[in-house]
């Protein structure tokens, strides 16, 4: 399983961005997938996901501003960032759990935002 995540990019604070992260490959079933994010000096740290009941859980300093969603026929999950802040700067990663004979974790090659204030 392959996730390649496109999408960010420069912006300034109060901007949008919106992330996706597609999932190819044969022989998988996605169980669910998310954001992460790691910021220089910090550790990576949730953004926001999918559960594996469907349900969404975000990290309280971007709910509310940021909207996760997917489209399953494309194996793809998106991040609509909106009302960015410098504090939003990181690197984006995607993730997937995976079922292909057993459950496995994958992670896309991460994406950068950058926002200006």
């Known amino acids: 399983v392959q996730l390649q995540a496109s999408g960010g990019g420069l912006v300034q604070a109060g901007g949008s961005l919106r992330l996706a992260c597609a999932a190819s490959?044969?022989?998988?079933?996605?169980?669910?997938m998310g954001w992460y994010r790691q910021a220089p000096g910090k550790e990576r740290e949730l953004v926001a996901t999918f559960t594996s009941g469907g349900l969404t859980n975000y990290a309280a300093s971007v709910k509310g501003r940021f909207t996760i969603s997917r489209d399953n026929a494309k194996n793809t999950v998106y991040l609509q960032m909106a009302s960015l802040k410098p504090e939003d700067t990181a690197v984006y990663y995607c993730n997937a759990v995976v079922w292909d004979s057993r459950t496995r974790v994958y992670w896309g090659q991460g994406t950068q935002v950058t926002v200006s204030s």
């Open positions: 490959g044969s022989g998988f079933r996605i169980n669910y």
